[in-house]
């Protein structure tokens, strides 16, 4: 794994070499290793160490990027000298927003962890070959992934923006099989240490066993309870259709013109938050500038969406510091979203529930419709029927065609357990699980 | 590269390793998004890696670096074999690969114009002009261009004693116009998602012809604003050929991969309903329908002298007059269905992943009709065409695709535009219904440049060749104004 000196010297050396206007680096280093299981063996096993530049230039108002992953004078000569070069066969753009200057911080979240950086391939082995046995044990074949590694992103630029952050991540994910139905659970986690690989074990084997001669039924309206997992999905598709700046001013999402009005339940409350510690917590956006706590969705009101210097420019107010790296197509986004948790256990959402489902996750998920933020995907690893406050039996896997504003509109609990769960470009959202009414099934499949 | 590649091999050899593979790759990439006038995304990237491949005590372990030096990979090599020696610690079969002749060759990719020998100034000036014309209507809020070229020179080597250099190259392009005014409605060309790629040179964004195709563009786009909806019900599906190349994939390319088809993919893409006892015997689709898989097909994005394994690229049936023939393998798993070669789909995305079965180009096979035909002979339909979205179960079974654009078919003529069609099936009844293709002269290569797969995640590329085809009775206009499809 680089260090942090190497990969300043790194940035600094790009810095003193360009001879453009205005130039950023933009510093990605990453050390990875992944163990993956199937029908209770190791099947691959991987390891990465590596690092890639992005350097972007402003040069006579006009904008270029290269990137690439050698780090010597030369090769970064080279590529500053093509950056250059595509500069200078562009038109002038008058919009072009100097890049800014020194920023200060706030201190981050404790993210990096010893314990995750050092596991090493035996550490996994020995919890696979577990989890593995536990699987046989039963009759059941496990497969999944044990992953650890550290990510490094540090952003420098001429005018005296310097970020450097460092975090960890490991995560376990088992799915146990029998048959055509499986259950699974994850962990994902910045300490290594509170993986319990047992214990993830234990409650994907209970959904597997407890998933075994699903009965089929009708697709339509359902009372559902879906574990946090099974949340994830609609607030990833959300925030990048409608919660980022770019979509909201030029009215592509459903939040364009809707500031202040009342959107979802009003116990819902949302907000991107880089400094919650269970957070990722990276203290800057990708060109700089400091992330802002910000409140997306308060009692079911819709307050803000997320900017980047040039939306705001557009909007005529404030960067949030929630830039992806410059220039992009997408416009600024959430990384660190925080559905505010309640106070109910799954059990108790269970007990609370006459006729319902209660969902593991969802598997492939896309958008129907952007603009009404229409969603659809398909249940799996575990669907099972309320009935009477218990769990009576599994069901059958169904296809969801939902929009999520309706989702977030007919929300009768909230659960206190929350997950970490990834997000794009290395963000992490916290989850807990819901109890929603009215939820839409369109269609079923035959397992 | 050849000193290099030693350096893995014997380092592997002197270590116990049964077996070892190293794969260097110097990747070039260009990327260019245009955005209403403006640059979206200029990005020239140049990477160089590689990585190593062992089995050791009947175990994989693999290990990679972007730093190519006799250090580098010697430690890299080093932590290959201390990975297969962990892994062996949970392995209930030795891994054993299937027999290939050992080869010498270099192979690349036939193209006519170098694209990066072209000014990045001449790209955007046809990415302006298409823009351009495109916004010339100010219902159109955004207009964007793409153009993305990929080259990536690979040095193979393997203990066998092979030594493969492929240059593959991938040039890809398209634009898309958003129209916001009622609705929002994308139109795009010549496909969605970036648009067309293939295994060709610059030649082929030139024959697009991008601007020419911008005024269709636009004006389609303004024009799904104001159309009806896609109402629900069952009704007879023509699919073109933007629709159809997606539909092959996800429901015959992902369900014939056989590592998912064991289990190996259970935790992250899934498995398949198309098990190995189904081989040969399973109804897949009508007698009509017949998909070959393909990695020589010329321009294909999955064409290649050999994959990932050293193995050489090969042609067969997947489906064969409408029943299951075969399968995607690697050397790993063809004894699995009692094959003693591989086809060569063992494929990684860059120098940093290990090779894993992917599909290839998949292509269903012409029929006999004309388009007009067809549509002449179609009472109450909908012609569907350029995927919007997609989503399809574990097994493979139940999907639900949407597309930019649809027209409704009444009494043999294609009438009213319809906005934010789709469609919902179950994948054998769905391909059963499948009663018309069209001729080869409809038929053309759609390339998927983002197929997802494995842990960690790898991007791979490949093409689906196919000509329009109707399907019977499908079910479409699922959550049509929040009406589920079982409340029609
Ligand atoms: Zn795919």
């Known amino acids: 794994m680089y260090s942090e000196n190497q990969i300043k010297d790194i940035g600094e050396r790009i810095l003193k070499l360009s001879k453009a206007d205005e ?54 000569k080279k590529m500053l000298d093509n950056a250059m070069e595509i500069a200078s066969l562009q038109k002038e753009d008058p919009n072009l927003l100097p890049m800014p200057e020194k920023q200060t911080y706030s201190a981050p979240v404790n993210s990096y962890f010893e314990s995750t950086a050092k596991f090493n ?3 996994r082995a020995l919890a696979i070959r577990k989890i593995t046995e536990m699987c046989a044990e039963k009759g059941l074949e496990a ?51 509170e993986i319990k690989a047992e214990e993830v074990a234990e409650v994907a084997i209970k959904k597997a066993i407890d998933g075994q001669n699903p009965i089929d039924i009708e697709p339509g309206k359902y009372t559902v309870i879906l574990e946090p997992a099974a949340v994830t999905d609609f607030l990833s598709f959300m925030s990048y259709l409608g919660l980022g700046a770019l979509p909201y001013i030029e009215k592509r999402s459903y939040f364009s013109d809707k500031a202040g009005q009342r959107v979802f339940s009003d116990n819902v409350t949302i907000v991107d938050d880089a400094y919650d510690k ?49 220039p992009n197509s997408y416009g600024p986004m959430p990384m660190n979203l925080i559905l505010k948790s309640g106070d109910k256990s799954v059990d108790e959402m269970i007990e609370s529930t006459e006729k319902g489902l209660l969902i593991t996750h969802f598997h492939y998920t896309n958008v129907v419709n952007p603009k009404e933020m229409v969603i659809t995907g398909m249940t799996r690893d575990g669907v099972f029927l309320v009935e009477n406050g218990k ?12 929009s999520i504003p309706n989702m977030f509109n007919n929300i009768e609990m909230i659960g206190k357990e929350t997950i970490l769960h990834s997000a794009f470009f290395g963000g992490g959202f916290i989850v807990p699980g819901l109890k929603v009414n009215n939820f839409t099934f369109t269609s079923k499949t035959e397992f | 590269m050849k000193k290099y590649t030693d350096i893995a091999l014997n380092t592997a050899k002197v270590l116990g390793a049964n077996y070892c593979d190293i794969r260097i790759i110097l990747t070039n990439h260009e990327s260019i998004v245009t955005r209403n006038g403006g640059i979206g995304n200029l990005d020239k990237t140049e990477s160089i890696g590689f990585g190593v491949r062992v089995i050791v005590d009947g175990a994989w372990g693999f290990a990679s670096s972007s730093v190519l030096s006799k250090e580098s990979i010697e430690a890299t090599t080093k932590k290959a074999v201390e990975i297969g020696k962990a892994s062996s610690m949970v392995i209930r079969k030795r891994v054993k690969l299937a027999d290939e002749p050992v080869y010498t060759d270099k192979w690349t990719t036939p193209y ?40 990536e020179h690979q040095w193979f080597a393997n203990t066998e004693g092979s030594f493969i250099e492929q240059v593959l190259l991938r040039s890809g392009a398209g634009i898309s116009a958003t129209a916001i005014g009622e609705d929002v409605q994308i139109r795009s060309y010549p496909t969605s998602f970036g648009g067309q790629y293939m295994t060709l040179g610059y030649e082929m964004v030139e024959s697009l012809r991008l601007v020419d195709s911008a005024e269709r563009v636009r004006d389609e786009a303004i024009a799904l604003t104001t159309a009806d909806e896609c109402p629900p019900g069952k009704r007879d599906v023509i699919l073109g050929t933007g629709q159809l190349g997606l539909q092959i994939h996800e429901s015959v390319g992902h369900a014939t991969e056989l590592d998912r088809v064991l289990g190996m993919e259970a935790n ?26 393909d990695s020589t097909v010329p321009t294909g994005l999955a064409t290649i002298g050999y994959d990932d394994d050293g193995v050489r690229a090969q042609r067969w049936h997947i489906v064969k007059n409408g029943i299951l023939n075969g399968y995607h393998t690697n050397r790993e798993l063809a004894h699995v269905i009692g094959e003693e070669r591989s086809k060569g789909c063992n494929r990684a995305d860059g120098y940093d992943n290990i090779p894993i079965i992917r599909i290839t180009n998949l292509s269903l096979m012409p029929g006999s009709w004309e388009l007009d035909d067809l549509i002449k002979d179609t009472k109450d339909g909908i012609f569907m065409d350029t995927n919007r979205s997609w989503s399809i179960d574990q097994k493979r079974l139940n999907f639900q695709f949407g597309t930019e654009i649809a027209w409704e078919i009444k009494n043999g003529k294609k009438t009213r535009l319809l906005r934010n069609a789709n469609y919902q099936g179950i994948t054998p009844e769905f391909w059963n219904s499948c009663d018309a293709i069209c001729n080869e002269n409809y038929w053309q290569l759609i390339g998927v440049p983002n197929c997802g797969k494995g842990q960690p995640g790898q991007r791979a590329e490949m093409s689906h060749g196919c000509a329009p085809a109707r399907f019977r009775n499908v079910t479409v206009g699922v959550g049509h104004k929040g009406k589920s499809a079982t409340e029609v």
């Open chain 1, 23 to 76: 130039t950023e680096v933009l510093i990605f280093a990453n050390e990875q290793a992944l163990s993956r299981f199937g029908e209770n063996e190791i099947t691959q096993n991987v390891a990465k160490d590596e690092i890639g530049l992005t350097v972007r230039i402003h040069h006579n108002n006009r904008v270029a990027k290269v990137s690439g992953n050698k780090s010597d004078d030369e090769s970064l």
């Open chain 1, 121 to 123: 391939p035996k550490d």
């Open chain 1, 143 to 193: 497969a999944g992934i044990f992953s650890n590694g550290v990510g490094a992103v540090c952003i420098m630029n001429s005018k005296g923006v310097y970020g450097f952050h460092r975090g960890t991540t490991a995560n376990l994910s088992v799915t146990a099989i029998k048959g055509n139905n499986a259950g699974w659970a994850e962990k994902m986690v910045k300490d290594v240490a």
């Open chain 1, 278 to 326: 269970r957070s990722q917590g990276l203290p800057f956006d990708f060109e700089g500038m400091p992330r802002k706590r910000v409140t997306l969705i308060e009692n079911g009101v819709f307050k803000n969406v997320v900017y980047d210097r040039k939306t705001a420019k557009i909007a005529g107010t404030e960067t949030t510091g929630h830039s992806l790296p410059q």
């Open chain 1, 391 to 402: 769990v009576t039996k599994a069901v059958k896997n169904m296809r969801f065609t939902e």
């Open chain 2, 112 to 151: 006519l114009i170098d694209p990066f020998t072209i000014p990045i100034k001449d790209k955007l000036e046809l990415l302006y002009a298409a823009d351009e014309v495109m916004r010339k209507d100010n219902r159109i809020k955004v207009a964007t261009g793409n153009m993305d070229f990929i080259r």
């Open chain 2, 268 to 293: 992250y893409a899934g498995t398949s309903f198309a098990t190995t006892e189904k081989l040969h015997k399973f109804r897949y689709g009508s007698e009509i329908v017949n998909l070959v898989a």
